[in-house]
């Protein structure tokens, strides 16, 4: 599945709605380590199945970076039912990220 650019506009259908489990990116283009984790949460989407992936650049949206108390990036936070349960800060592995997910 393809990576989704997730904004405050369609974050609530696509992440709080979802059904299953969301692994959400919050990144920034001038961020090293998220540039090193781009291809690692790229791989994850595409390899995982009964998994939607979006990506938040703090940037462009602040208003859900400070909802989810987002300080440090690259933070990734996986939603599940709506509400977030696992989280991570900082580049990690890929082994990591399906820990997150419980794969």
Known sequence: MAVLTLTKENFDAEVMAASEPVLVDFWA????PCRMMGPVVDAVAEETAG?????V?????PELARQY???????LIV?????PAAQSTGA??????LALLGK
């Open 29 to 32: 283009t001038w961020c090293g």
């Open 51 to 55: 998994v939607k992936v979006g990506k």
């Open 79 to 83: 939603f599940k039912n709506g509400q």
């Open 69 to 75: 108390g987002v300080q440090s990036i690259p933070t």
């Open 92 to 97: 990690v592995p890929k082994a990591k990220v």
């Open 57 to 61: 650049n703090v940037d462009e949206q």
